[in-house]
Nanobody
Framework: QVQLVESGGGSVQAGGSLRLSCTASEYNSNTYCMGWFRQAPGKEREGVARIWRPAGGTYYAASVKGRFTISQDNAKTTVLLQMNSVKPEDTAMYYC??????????????????WGQGTQVTVSS
């Protein structure tokens, strides 16, 4: 089982920026797809962004496209989510998840097998 640890959450004003980090315990086929998800109180979990490795291809939910950027470090152990121009509706618990290429090439956000504990992001207006 892949261990995932998120960090970087916090409080920020609308229009500001925040960067989340996810460190994985291993880099192999089980982590070739890394995704960021979020869940706000009373709402279902939704996919935000995903990246397939090592190529670095990315995919974003429409709600964050153009504002958020997912990337990986050179060692492939850390995946970042740069959040710019944040809005109050971005407030949620953010989770990092790992999967195989199958998850990244899917049209859905399902199938990710390993999850981090989450990091809270709060955006005030």
């Amino acid at each position: 089982q892949v261990q995932l640890v998120e960090s970087g959450g916090g409080s920020v004003q609308a229009g500001g920026s925040l960067r989340l980090s996810c460190t994985a315990s291993e880099y192999n086929s089980n982590t070739y797809c890394m995704g960021w998800f979020r869940q706000a109180p009373g709402k279902e979990r939704e996919g935000v962004a995903r990246i397939w490795r090592p190529a670095g291809g990315t995919y974003y939910a429409a709600s964050v496209k153009g504002r958020f950027t997912i990337s990986q470090d050179n060692a492939k152990t850390t995946v970042l989510l740069q959040m710019n121009s944040v809005k109050p509706e971005d407030t949620a618990m953010y989770y990092c998840a790992a999967g195989t290429w199958t998850e990244c090439y899917s049209s859905s956000w399902s199938g990710f097998r390993d999850w981090g504990q989450g990091t809270q992001v709060t955006v005030s207006s």
